[in-house]
Structure formats: C-alpha cells, structure tokens
C-alpha cells in the first residue's frame, strides 16, 4: 500500500448526490461493505449496502462515562466522532475457532481446520485514530516473528474508506499522541466531508493506492480546487482545535517505575470496577484467551480463541492465584503496558487518543487525568 496522502494524484470533488457510485464500485470490486449505522442508541459499525444505511444527521455527546446520541442541523453523513466499536473487530474478531478434532471408530482426529476466508471488507468511514490503531495492531501481529494469520488475512484483503475527522468530541485527544484528525498513510481513498450554504455537500476525496486510485477513477468527480482544499484544511484543523483533552509521554516511564507503590493509584483506581469496558472498545488491545470445549459425547472438541482483558482475575492467574489480584495492580498493569511498556516492545505508545476508554468506562474514569496524576503527584479530582 502506498504511504503518501496524494500518492501523485489530484485531490478529486464527489457531490454527495454521486456517493451511491462509491458503494457500487465497491460492489463491483467483489468487497462486503462496513461501515457506520445507527442501532441501539450508539453508532456502531456492521454490513451496508448504500448511503441510506449511513447516520446521516446524527452526532454523538461524549464525556466521561456518558454517551448520547443528537440530531444535527444538516445531513452529514459522518458528522460524528467515535462509537463503541472500532475495526478490529472485522480483523481480530471476539472469538475464533482454531481448530477441532473428533474421534472416530476409536481413532481420535484432528480436521482439516482450513477456514474458508471471508470475502474482503471495504471499510467505509475510518477514522484518522482507528487509522492509526490499525498501523499498531500490523506491527503487533504481522511484523514480528509470529504472523497472526487469522488477522493477516483478513487484513490484507481490505479496502480502506477513510474520512477524515472535522468534529472532535470532549474525550478525544489524538492530536496530543500525533495521531492527527488527518490520515496520513494507510488507506486507499480518504474522504473529507464539506458542507457549506444552501444544497452544498461534497467530498473531497484523496488516493492513498493503486487500488485506491483504479477505484476512484470509476467515480464521477471532477478535479479539486484551491477554495476546496482550503475549506479542507480548515474543517480539519477545526476538529484538532475542539480537543480540550491531551496526554504528554515525556519522561512517563521513568515516573511510573518510580512511583510503582505510589499513593496516586490508589486514587486513581478508585472508582474502578475492574469490568475491562476500556480493553474492550480500545482499537488496540490485542489480549486473548484460549478455551478448549466438547460435546456431550466427548467425540467432539474444539479450541476457541476469545478476546480477554487484563482486568480479569483469571487473566494472570498461575498456579495458586492471580498475580495481579488488586484493582490497584490490574489498572496500573493496563496503563503502564498502553503508554510505557508498549513503546519498549513496539516503538509506539499503544493508545491513538480515540477517548472510547473514557467515555464507555462506567464510572467516567479519565485516562488523561490519571496520567496527569502520576505526573502532578496528585489525583486532579479523579478519586
């Protein structure tokens, strides 16, 4: 996949009357589509087939622990942050079967476990964070010595819609950790949507691909001009100037090594119920657990891979407990690995500044203020 924005070709203008072309291309290309609907009070991503399934006048009220959705006063389609669920649910689903054996005749066999791949997913509405995420998770299970080949191939076969960010909800804060409201690299078309007075809705749209650039030539668009990608660039920083959140890393490991037994935790992790809501929604938590099941008979089995969290007891348990009992232990293990310990085994912080960690946490517990608590020796009112 190319890694530059424009990738030698021009910025193009699509109305949003024509984006109906984008799903049919993208049909034509063979892709089952993803992207955002609106279900259950939240915006979340599943199977659709045009715009009409898109959250067109939707947007999102976040802080800590508190999500709703509202109406706004036009019909953008992706006038929204993030929801609860990120893309990796598409390349590291929730459980995975990995093999089964039976026994028959007294022979006990294992199968042939050749899954049959789905068909690969144009991924419509990717955010600039989840962009980001999505770079991490390649590092962790592609790029090292063990290729995760569930993920790889499902991964290698997507195709990647991007939009580019020009609202920012409270909890966000990717700008801090450089995981910017534009995408720089990673896609195969970036949207950025522009409304402006009167019936004006339009996309500028960006090849980031070849396969990007062969689709976009399928569209019906016209070349972008100077007003466009200024409006462009605007809308965009607008969303990096909403963020009232940010997290710096600076000399971070050597304060968490140091204060390992500190009173801060303490305060911190008060309120924590230890549910691991933040594991769940985060784009780049990658834990997993192995479970082995049967049939009645005991002719059958199966081994399953499920994802995990580290807030569970049983997630470090060894022979005669858990190693990390406390909620103290198991909240300061999640965010020692996120922003320290990560960066030692993957040269990158695992966290993008998305905020779904804060937002879906239950009892509003603000990753940026427990950083700044480490850092401040105090708690910033997050006890």
């Known amino acids: 996949m190319t890694q530059c924005k424009n990738d030698g070709r021009e910025p193009r203008l699509l109305p949003s009357s024509k984006l109906v072309s984008l799903f049919e291309a993208l ?12 279900r259950d009070g939240a915006i979340v991503l599943d199977r659709i087939q045009s715009p009409s399934d898109l959250p067109a006048g939707w947007t999102d009220e976040q802080s800590p622990g508190h999500y709703r959705l509202q109406h706004r006063q036009d019909e953008a389609y992706f006038g929204y942050a993030t929801g ?18 039976e026994s028959r005749n007294g022979v006990f066999r294992i199968l042939n476990n050749q899954a049959h791949p789905p068909r690969p997913f144009a991924m419509v509405g990717v955010r600039p964070c989840d962009l980001a995420a999505i770079t991490i998770q ?37 700008a801090s950790l450089q995981s910017v409201p534009a995408s720089q690299s ?26 990007g650039a062969e689709l976009l030539s399928e569209l019906e668009t016209e070349p972008a001009g100077p007003e466009d990608l200024r409006q462009e660039s ?35 992790t008060a309120r924590c119920l230890t549910c691991g809501n933040c594991t769940m929604v985060c784009p780049t938590c990658f ?24 807030f569970t007891l049983s997630f470090s348990y060894i022979h005669g407990g858990s190693v990390r009992a406390s909620t103290k232990a198991r909240y300061r293990q999640w965010l020692t690995h ?13 966290c993008v500044g998305c ?24 708690d910033n009112g997050n006890a």
């Open 84 to 101: 609860p669920q990120s893309w990796k649910k598409y390349f590291l689903p929730a459980e995975s079967k990995l093999w089964s054996a």
């Open 287 to 310: 834990c997993s657990t192995c479970e082995d099941t049967s049939d009645l008979s005991g002719s059958r089995v199966e081994r399953w891979r499920r994802w995990d969290s580290c």
């Open 186 to 211: 990673g896609f195969d078309l970036s949207f950025t949507e522009l409304l402006g007075p009167g019936s004006q809705h339009l996309f500028v749209i960006h090849a980031g691909s070849a396969k």
């Open 27 to 38: 049909t034509r290309h063979g892709y089952d589509i993803v992207g955002p609907v609106v």
């Open 355 to 378: 905020g779904r960690c804060i937002t879906w946490c239950p009892v509003g517990i603000d990753l940026t203020e427990a950083v700044h608590a480490i850092q401040e020796g105090k």
């Open 138 to 174: 390649d590092r962790v299970l592609m790029q090292d010595r063990y290729v995760d080949s569930i993920y790889a191939t499902r991964r290698g076969a997507a195709f990647i819609v991007a939009v580019e960010c020009t609202h920012a909800a409270p909890t966000c804060f990717c």
């Open 234 to 268: 605007e809308a965009i920083e607008m969303a990096r100037r909403e963020q009232v959140r940010k997290v710096c890393l600076d000399g971070l490991k050597e304060l968490v090594n140091e204060k390992f037994d500190d009173r801060c935790w303490d305060q911190i």
């Open 338 to 350: 996120k922003l320290v310990s990560w960066v030692d085994q993957f040269d990158t912080a695992g």
